[in-house]
């Protein structure tokens, strides 16, 4: 049979990333670039993914050619394979540059004259305690309502009780 493109792209797009990719520029880009990946053309031989030879599909069958093709390829993907020039990769390291910098400067120790100020660890000391103290209860699952996680006439339980389930476990442990 024929491959669900349009299903595999709204998949990976839209429930994959959805929640991650919440500016609506953003998400028309993420499109896009799947559009690169999810089609029929990526099934033909000798398919390329970029202009370069570096991302293409292999045509063999064996795990082993599968992870040497893997491990040849780059720590960080170039934008070539995004279909973007290099200057998008330029932008970028110059925003995460200026992100850094400022994060270093706001975490330098601030001179404080008179001398009655507090030190930069007391400041850091009360912004946690403030914080934790600001942090809601363990959620406890048996307090939920029954009927959520009630099967069906098949034994079934409602995906989405399983979702909270594995939300709820995931959520406890960021208070521990």
Known sequence: ???????????????????????EW??????????????P?????????STSDRYHALESTSLTAYKEYIEQLPIIDPPEI???????????????SMYMINTILEVQPRMVS?????????????????????????????????EMFEPDEKGRINSLSTVLSQEIVRFNKLLD
């Open 1 to 23: 049979g024929e491959l669900p493109w349009d299903a595999l792209q709204f998949i990976t797009a839209e429930i994959t990333y959805g929640g991650r990719v919440t500016d």
């Open 82 to 96: 995004f279909d973007m020039y290099e200057n998008a990769n330029i932008s970028y390291q110059k925003k995460e």
């Open 26 to 39: 953003d998400q028309r880009c993420l499109k896009i670039v799947l559009n690169r990946f999810f089609r």
């Open 41 to 49: 053309e990526t099934l033909e031989s000798g398919y390329l993914y």
């Open 114 to 146: 008179g001398g009655s100020g507090k030190s930069s660890d007391e400041i850091v000391f009360e912004m946690a305690d403030l914080i934790i103290s600001k942090l809601p209860e363990k959620l406890d699952i048996d307090t939920a309502l029954p």
